[in-house]
C-alpha cells in the first residue's frame, strides 16, 4: 500500500483529464484516452517530511494529480495495478531496500510509459551516473535535481513533460539495420552515390553566417539517405576512406568555389580521418585542389574526431603539421569525448576547438557539465584557439554560450544540414531571426 497521510496530501487513485467528468474521461474501446493538460505525479520517497514538503510545493504550484509512496515497493504496487495513472514519477535515489537504482530499472522493464525526474541528496555526480546507467531503458528521464530543489527548477522539467499515447496495437520488433560491406561501398563510390549536406555556423557575438560543415551521405538505391555512422567505420577498415574523402574534399570546394562566386565568403569544414593522414602525400594532394578550386587554405579548415587520436603516430603528425604550415585551419572534433584531449591540444597545432555537444545542450542547468563547458572555452582561449560549440538545440544553448565566451556555434537551433542549394533560402529566414537574438 502506498503510504499517504490525508491530512498533508489525498490518497493517490485513477487521474482524470483536467477538466473533464468521469462521463467525458471514460475510454472507448479502440480509442486513446484523452490527453492530460497537466501531468498527474507520484513522489517517491522513504522520509514522510520530503514527501509532504514536494508535495505541498506541488500543490502551490498548481499541479493537483498528486500521489506518494514512502518506498519503491509501494510505488511499484501502485503502478501494478494501475500503470496509466502516473504520468511523471518524482523519485529518491537513496533508499531502504529496493533503492531508487532498482526501482527504476524493474519500472523500466514493466507496463510503465511515463517520465521520471531525479530528486536526491547524493550529489551532482552519483545522478549524472544514474541517469547514464538508465540511458537504455524505456524511461524518458526528464532531469535530476539535488535536494532542496527551488520551485523554478522543478517546474522547469515538469514543464519538459508531454503526453504519451499509448500504442493501439503491439508493435512489431523493429527491422534489424543493414549490414554493408566493403564491395558494397565500392559499388557506391562508382555509381557516384555519396551526397553532401551542409550544417550552417554562426558567429555567436554577431550572428553572421562565418561557414558550413560538409557532411556526407549515402544515396543508397534501396535504403535511401544512409547517415555517415552507418558507414565510416567501414570505410577506414576496408581502405575506402581516401577515396570517399577524396571526393568530399572536391565536392564542398566545388560548392564553396560558387558561394564566394556569389559573394557569400565563408569558410568550409570538412572531417578528415587519422586513415587519411597516414597518407604521406596527403598534405600535398589537399594544398593542390585548394588552388586548382582557385581558394585560400584557410578557406578550409579539417576536423579530425578526437576519439580517434589515441596515440597520434608521427605520419598522421607530421601531415597535420603539414597543413598547418600552409594555413588550413585544423579542428579537433568532439573535444571531451576521447582519450588525453589536453595532451592532443599540447601536440597538434589545432586553430579550433570543436566542443561536443553533450557538453553543449542543457549545459546552464548541469552544475556537472556547465563547468566542463566554461573550463574547455577558457583553455581554448588562452591558447589562442577558437572555440565552436556543436548541438546547440534551443535559445537557451544559445545564450548561455554567449554569456561564457564562446565563438561560433551550430546545431539544430541554427539549421540543420541542408543540400547547398537550400543554403540562400535559410540565410534570409536567420537573417530575420538574428536581430532577436544578438540585439542591435
Request: net charge negative; hydrophobic share 45%; with cysteine.
Amino acid at each position: 500500500m502506498a503510504e499517504t497521510t490525508s491530512d498533508i496530501w489525498p490518497p493517490f487513485t485513477e487521474t482524470l483529464p483536467l477538466g473533464l467528468d468521469a462521463d467525458d474521461a471514460k475510454l472507448v474501446p479502440g480509442r486513446a484516452p484523452p490527453s492530460r493538460v497537466q501531468p498527474s505525479v507520484l513522489l517517491v520517497d522513504d522520509d514522510p517530511f520530503m514527501l509532504g514538503m514536494q508535495s505541498r510545493m506541488l500543490r502551490s504550484m498548481g499541479y493537483s494529480m498528486i500521489g506518494t509512496a514512502g518506498s519503491a515497493e509501494a510505488a511499484l504496487l501502485l503502478l501494478q495495478q494501475n500503470p496509466q495513472a502516473v504520468d511523471v514519477i518524482v523519485s529518491d535515489l537513496n533508499m531502504p531496500g529496493v533503492d531508487g537504482i532498482a526501482f527504476l530499472r524493474r519500472l523500466g522493464g514493466n507496463s510503465f510509459h511515463g517520465s521520471v525526474i531525479l530528486l536526491s541528496g547524493e550529489g551532482a555526480r552519483i545522478i549524472h551516473a544514474v541517469q547514464k546507467l538508465l540511458l537504455g531503458q524505456q524511461l524518458r528521464i526528464l532531469g535530476a535535481l539535488e535536494k532542496p530543489a527551488s520551485r523554478n527548477a522543478i517546474r522547469a522539467l515538469l514543464d519538459r513533460w508531454t503526453p504519451m499515447t499509448p500504442p493501439m496495437t503491439t508493435a512489431l520488433p523493429a527491422a534489424a539495420p543493414p549490414v554493408y560491406t566493403a564491395d558494397d561501398l565500392e559499388a557506391a563510390q562508382m555509381a557516384d552515390q555519396w551526397v553532401l549536406h551542409y550544417q550552417p555556423k554562426v558567429d555567436l557575438r554577431t550572428g553572421e553566417l562565418v561557414g558550413t560543415e560538409a557532411l556526407v551521405r549515402w544515396n543508397h538505391p534501396t535504403h535511401g539517405l544512409v547517415y555517415p555512422d552507418r558507414f565510416i567505420d567501414l570505410a577506414e577498415d576496408c581502405g575506402a576512406i581516401d577515396a570517399l574523402t577524396d571526393w568530399v574534399l572536391r565536392s564542398a570546394l566545388r560548392r564553396l568555389g560558387r558561394w564566394h562566386e556569389q559573394g557569400l565568403h565563408i569558410h568550409m569544414a570538412v572531417n578528415v580521418s587519422v586513415e587519411n593522414l597516414r597518407a604521406a602525400d596527403f598534405a600535398h594532394k589537399v594544398g593542390e585542389l585548394v588552388r586548382h578550386s582557385c581558394l585560400a587554405p584557410q578557406d578550409l579548415t579539417l576536423e579530425v574526431t578526437e576519439s580517434r587520436f589515441m596515440a597520434l603516430a608521427s605520419g598522421p603528425l607530421e601531415a597535420l603539421v603539414r597543413l598547418r604550415m600552409q594555413r588550413f585551419g585544423l579542428s579537433i572534433d568532439d573535444f571531451g569525448t576521447g582519450h588525453s584531449s589536453l595532451a592532443q591540444l599540447r601536440d597538434v597545432p589545432f586553430t579550433e576547438l570543436k566542443i561536443d555537444r553533450g557538453f553543449v545542450h542543457g549545459a546552464r542547468h548541469n552544475q556537472l557539465i556547465r563547468p566542463m563547458l566554461e573550463g574547455s572555452i577558457g583553455i581554448a582561449q588562452r591558447l589562442g584557439v577558437q572555440t565552436v560549440a556543436e548541438g546547440v538545440e534551443n535559445e537557451d544553448d544559445w545564450s548561455l554560450l554567449r554569456e561564457i565566451g564562446c565563438d561560433v556555434a551550430q546545431g539544430y537551433f541554427i539549421g540543420r544540414p541542408m543540400p547547398g542549394d537550400q543554403l540562400p533560402a535559410w540565410l534570409e529566414g536567420w537573417h530575420a531571426k538574428r536581430p532577436r537574438l544578438v540585439g542591435p
